[in-house]
């Protein structure tokens, strides 16, 4: 099995902490994650970050020290192409004899609606910018995880990531702590597009009239 997840921190003012928190003490909170996404058989993950400016920074503390081999594989070699940036750094973690993961970090692409539909992510972890959320509404059957940056001037992402989980599209994380409790959830998989994290409300897809008004009309 295959499976794709991207990773957006934001361009203006990239948001760190949400690579931070997913490959901190990883191989005893995400990678356990990843390791729930198929028992059954061998699995591939292909997952791509846009960290913005610290790309490099944030590679070297979190894939080298993981022992990483260059990736040579043809599907991920045509994301880097996709990406059409020399900023950028890649590598593959085998994460048990089960599972291989493919990683990218790059730090901001021209192409990014070409290299979604490329990569076609099943699961897309955002920082909380109206953009990038949008970027990932265009993708079917996607299960998208938002997280807001409470840094920001008058905390301003917070009143649209809520507006957009009302409308069941997307599971709002409202602060780095609560992403970080998902990601360290032994019980429910942060993955489990069966139900929202436990909120009660399914993922409801497809255009809704009330939506534009709503949040495109914000």
Known sequence: MIYSIYVTVGATIP??????????????NFFKQLKKLNTTEKSTVNLVVQCGDTY???????????CPNKVTNKFVNNLITILDTNEYKNATLKLSEQLELNVIFFKLSTNINKLLSELSP?????????GSLLDALNIEKVKIITVVNTSLMNNHQLEIAEKFEQYGVVTCCRDLAEFEKM????????FDKSKDNGRGKNMIRGYKKEFEYDILLF
């Open 15 to 28: 948001f760190d902490g949400i690579v931070d928190t997913i490959f901190n003490e990883a191989e005893d």
């Open 56 to 66: 490099e920074r944030l590679y070297k503390q979190h894939i080298e020290p993981r």
């Open 183 to 190: 990601v360290k959830n032994d019980e429910d998989s942060i």
């Open 122 to 130: 099943d699961f897309v972890i955002t920082h909380a910018g109206t």
